[in-house]
């Protein structure tokens, strides 16, 4: 056998087997003796290390004799069934080494996967395998040289000045939010002006393209308000500084298909939106408040609330993103692969849970992976560097996951799987055997050293002013009294803090949006 075309294959289920006429049961694996498996471990260079994998003869001849129970279900021989066949007989047919080199194709992956357990070897990509001995007798033994995430070492984090959005509410956002809701209240009024920015116009449309009317752009009495740009850019600039009786004629770029469009608008009306005063009155009509002070005062503390909420967040987000500009290294492929792999892997999950099949869309939106690939790439780098950072402020600073935090997960893991009696020790020593248990206490000790952090960085907002870590730490979840129903409070319906952006129809929030052109 040629040591580097050893294949890792992975075993046959028994689903797989199922159509296999009166198949010998296949004996379980005993558990191997002390020592008959033997790993060493050697640090190489490029962020690599060797594994030495040594594996006694007596426990290999284990996976050699199910390897000839596997090849008796593949070799017909006259007067048996399939798998009914003796080993010895096999031995005959097939030589004495036809089941040692199908063992090493079955066992090997298994005995690297525990070694990468035993050793907690953080590999991030597949290894490089070669049988140094035992091909044809003896105990086997392999190397696997395998690529590791890389140890980078960062500097200069706990001094990070971090800008992320006020936590409070300006005065600013508070007149945008009253604003809004005297344009809600407004009256319309016809005047006897130019069109001017905000206007609703009243206008008869007709629209072709190369001569043939466009459907969806020729209709009378539309209303419109000028400056929305809703249909193309050209019919606001015309527009504007045209009145009532004017007939406009001229040409726009055609927005989902080559050449242009040929638009004739009939200025009906005009009229401008008049807005009530911002007083008492005001509040009482247009607010549960009597006073125009309690309206601002109840705004202020909604938008308060949800600007602290949206800044806890994005705290923690610039944080990563402060200490990934901090890592100086080239990054190996690998690791940004996986990031982007991660990420299309997320978003095919969230569109199957609004019940949009991928693969359907990406043909339907004429998208093909690999665009879809590299539009992902800068971020995915940048995660990538986040997360090599925060492990090296691990490492710097002696951080590890606390036994508590690892105890909540698991038993966290336990009830979301709908189990919360189950043991803790036992979940553990199974995530352990897994090799699961190695990414766990990664997470964690990432978590951690974001937490630590947190309390060391300073925040400012985008003007350059001081932010109380205080007022970045997320809301303390609101107790409620068993038998008190609390009052349900929406403060993203409350307060919107673009009155002019509808969630609803935002194209990163609906991939199968299309931005219509038709008024």
């Known amino acids: 056998m040629n040591p580097l075309s050893l294949r890792m294959r992975m075993r046959k289920s028994k689903a797989a087997t ?9 004996a ?3 558990a191997p003796r002390p020592d008959s498996v033997r790993t060493s471990l050697e640090a190489l260079d490029g962020d690599r290390v060797k594994m030495t994998v040594s594996v006694d003869e007596a426990e290999f001849e284990q996976a050699v004799d199910r390897a000839f129970r596997k090849l008796a279900h593949e070799v017909r021989l006259p007067g048996f069934r399939p798998g009914k066949a003796p080993r010895r007989l096999l031995e005959s047919r097939l030589g004495t080494t036809a089941g040692r080199h199908e063992a090493i194709q079955d066992a090997v992956p298994e005995y690297y996967r525990k070694a990468l357990i035993e050793q907690a070897v953080d590999a991030i990509d597949s290894p490089s395998l070669k049988i140094t001995s035992g091909e044809e007798a003896g105990d086997l033994v392999f190397d696997a040289v395998v690529p590791i995430r890389p140890q980078v070492s960062v500097s200069g984090y706990a001094s990070l000045s971090v800008e992320v959005p006020a936590p409070t509410a300006s005065d600013a956002d508070i007149a945008t939010q009253v604003d809004a809701l005297r344009r809600q209240h407004g009256t319309l009024e016809v005047v006897e002006r130019a069109v001017e920015d905000g206007d609703q116009v009243t206008i008869d449309i007709e629209g072709s393209h190369d001569d043939e009317p466009v459907e969806g752009l020729t209709t009378n009495d539309y209303l419109y308000e000028v400056g929305t740009g809703a249909v193309v850019a050209e019919i606001d600039e015309n527009l504007r500084g045209a009145s009532a009786g004017d007939t406009l ?17 009939v200025v009906k009306e005009v009229q401008m939106l008049v807005l009530p005063e911002a007083d008492d009155a005001f509040a009482s009509e247009a607010s549960e408040f009597d006073t125009i002070d309690e309206l601002v005062d109840d705004l202020r503390t909604r938008i308060n609330s949800m600007k602290r909420a949206q800044a806890a967040v994005m705290a923690r987000e610039h944080v990563a993103r402060a200490v990934a500009g901090l890592v100086a290294d080239e990054l190996p492929a690998v690791l940004i692969e996986s990031a982007i792999d991660d990420r299309i892997r997320d978003m095919a999950m969230r569109m199957a849970q609004q019940g949009i099949d991928f693969a359907r869309w990406i043909e339907a939106t004429g998208q093909d992976t690999v665009s ?3 539009g992902f790439r800068t971020e995915a780098e940048l995660s990538a560097r986040a997360d090599l950072g925060l492990r090296g402020v691990a490492f710097a600073e002696g951080i590890e996951a606390e036994e508590a935090d690892v105890d909540a997960h698991l038993s966290l893991m336990a009830t979301q799987a709908g189990q919360p009696d189950t043991d803790l020790d036992e979940l553990r020593e199974g995530m352990a055997s897994a090799g699961h248990l190695l990414e766990l206490l990664a997470d964690l000790r990432k978590q951690a050293a974001m937490d630590w952090l947190f309390e060391r960085v300073g925040f400012v907002d985008e003007e350059g002013n001081e932010i109380d870590r205080d007022d970045l730490r997320p809301p303390e979840p609101e107790v409620v009294i068993p038998g008190e129903e609390p009052e349900p409070v929406d403060v993203a319906d409350a307060v919107d803090p673009d ?7 935002d194209p990163e929030h609906d991939p199968e949006h299309e931005q ?3 008024p």
């Open 499 to 505: 009155p002019e952006h509808d969630p609803e129809h």
């Open 18 to 26: 199922s159509d296999v006429a009166d198949p010998e049961p296949e």
């Open 249 to 265: 004629e001229f040409d726009a770029a055609h927005p989902q298909d080559e050449g242009s469009l040929h638009l004739r608008i």
């Open 28 to 30: 379980t694996p005993e």
């Open 372 to 374: 879809m690939r590299e």
């Open 516 to 518: 219509e052109s038709s």
